[in-house]
């Protein structure tokens, strides 16, 4: 067992999903952070959840928490503007137990077992670990005008997912450095890179969609549909 607190962000304004606050959408008639929410509960490493939200989202979440039995969820504290905020207000009141502290976004329902299981043990040993997925399609860059200068090697490119995990003494440099520096990354592990550990790659999967559309919502749908057909000939 390597003990992990779990900080899912889920403050984020849903712009691109019609300003409905997409962490808590139903997905097959479930909110979508449930989905994740059930995968940390079960996970023998996970010892504690932290979630940070909207101020106006916190009371539902605390009752969906209350609802579902999520009892490794410990807190559920207001979130900041950018998604970087909402992980250094969580960070704040990690377990002082953990080896290893997870990121995850709330948007991203089809984690399971093995993934997480596979980047906190890689986190352990080489300080930071992300799933992540290798890029297919052909890769352009382009000017401003959008016009195509060139076409970059995608054999060493992969689209970074969560879950993105960290040891907690890489976790506490990333946090010193994005406080004294201002500096605000993308991801995690774009922290991590900043103070030279860099993270080791968990093969993710076409499946673990991060819902930020409408489009994603049906995407994510037919998945479950497909999932639980599986389950049902098996």
Do not use: C, W
Request: proline share 3%.
């Amino acid at each position: 067992m390597i003990p992990t607190t779990v900080i899912i962000p889920a403050a984020g304004s849903s712009s691109r999903f019609g300003n409905i606050p997409k962490q808590t959408y139903l997905l097959s008639g479930e909110p979508i952070i449930n989905y994740s929410l059930r995968q940390f509960q079960e996970n023998e490493n996970v010892i504690s959840i932290i979630i940070a939200t909207q101020e106006n989202l916190r009371n539902e979440i605390q009752k969906l928490v209350i609802e579902n039995n999520f009892s490794k969820v410990k807190e559920v504290v207001i979130g900041g503007k950018e998604r970087q905020d909402s992980v250094l207000n969580a960070a704040k009141i990690v377990n002082n137990e953990s080896e290893v502290i997870l990121v995850h976004d709330a948007a991203r329902p089809f984690i399971n077992q093995e993934m997480l299981n596979s980047v906190i043990t890689k986190a352990k040993t080489n300080g930071s670990a992300i799933v992540a997925v290798k890029i297919v399609d052909t890769i352009k860059r382009v000017d401003e005008n959008q016009q195509i200068k060139e076409t970059i090697d995608r054999s060493n490119i992969y689209a970074a997912q969560t879950p993105q995990a960290f040891r907690r003494d890489v976790f506490q440099k990333m946090i010193t450095f994005a406080t004294s520096s201002n500096f605000i990354g993308t991801d995690e592990s774009m922290l991590a890179e900043k103070i030279n550990s860099f993270p080791e790659i968990v093969l993710g999967s076409t499946r673990n969609i991060k819902i930020t559309t409408q489009d994603d919502l049906v995407i994510a749908e037919k998945l479950l549909e497909l999932s639980n057909k599986k389950y049902q000939y098996e």
